[in-house]
């Protein structure tokens, strides 16, 4: 099987059937399965599933647990050579999953990659490339992990956006929203860290990609347009507990301890133990 394809869901019924149709049809001249995970929805998302989409493999979560434990329950599932996470609230491209693997193949040495981001509206996401908010580089620059991510620019911006954002690179960080990785490397990097809960899962697993000894790339040939939800959340202490809460995690893992980071401890992929419905 060439491709899996992952989406973990909350509460985005009517988003999630926009973003399965069109990672379906994207997907439709190659062998694949689907996943999605649901956190615990209390919108009729699994009723949506079951009529809509009876082909989609569903692991139906009883509580929200998480975007990093949620993707665990199907990384230890999926099948397929490659495997695309991809938000509830992202429009895949028709030809995007077809030129993303395209590239793939013709880069063994990439583990994961990432594509331009747009906006419904049409205007460019810089976190595309970076896969940083503004707060998260501020973060780097403080507590001096920046050094430790040298493609990422943080302490050099670029004035000419525009040129970054059709120009293919490697890149430290592939954004949440769209994570295409490599089979191989997830067997290597083993399962996301599930301390993460909402925020900082694709920051950590991305570098954790990159101790491997795998490259990231930004790849801009292609897109997907982002509605960008979780970054719309209304201000509240939950928020400020997860979203901070992610970067002092991040900092502990890595702060002290970069140069002498191995993997050979990072729990394996193993076969799948969970019943899926």
């Known amino acids: 099987m060439k491709l899996s394809i992952v989406v973990v869901s909350h509460n985005t019924c009517n988003l999630l059937r926009i973003a399965l149709n069109a990672a379906v049809r994207a997907a439709q001249d190659l062998s694949h399965e689907v996943f999605v995970v649901d956190n615990a929805s209390a919108d009729k998302s699994i009723a949506m599933l079951n009529t809509e ?11 929200n647990e998480g975007m990093a434990r ?7 599932l999926a099948a397929g050579e490659y495997v695309l996470l991809v938000n509830a609230d992202t429009i895949t491209g028709k030809k995007t999953i077809e030129k993303a693997l395209e590239f793939m193949d013709l880069h063994t040495d990439a583990g994961g990659l990432g594509v331009r981001m747009i906006t ?27 050094k ?11 004035s000419k956006d525009w ?6 690179s490697e890149s430290d960080i592939i954004n949440g929203a769209f994570m295409l990785l490599r089979k191989e490397a997830l067997n290597q990097v083993g399962l996301m860290d599930e301390r993460f809960h909402t925020y900082g899962y694709d920051i950590d697993y ?20 982002n509605f960008n939800i979780q970054n719309k959340v209304k201000f509240s202490w939950a928020h400020i507990k997860e979203y901070y809460g992610a970067m002092i995690i991040f900092a502990s893992k890595y702060l002290f301890k970069v140069p002498e980071l191995k993997v050979e401890g990072i729990p394996q992929l193993i076969p799948p133990s969970y019943e899926v419905k």
């Open 70 to 76: 949620a993707y665990n329950h199907a990384l230890k």
């Open 206 to 225: 991305s570098y954790r990609v990159r101790l491997a000894g795998f490259k990231n790339y930004y790849f801009p040939k292609t897109y997907i347009i």
């Open 163 to 168: 040129v970054e954002e059709f120009q293919t």
């Open 53 to 63: 989409f009876p082909d989609v493999k569903i692991i139906a979560n009883d509580k």
């Open 120 to 146: 419904p509206e049409g205007k460019f996401l810089k976190e595309s490339k970076r896969g940083f908010n503004k707060p998260w580089e501020t973060f780097f620059k403080l507590t001096g992990l920046a």
């Open 148 to 158: 430790h991510f040298s493609k990422s620019r943080l302490t050099s911006p670029q």
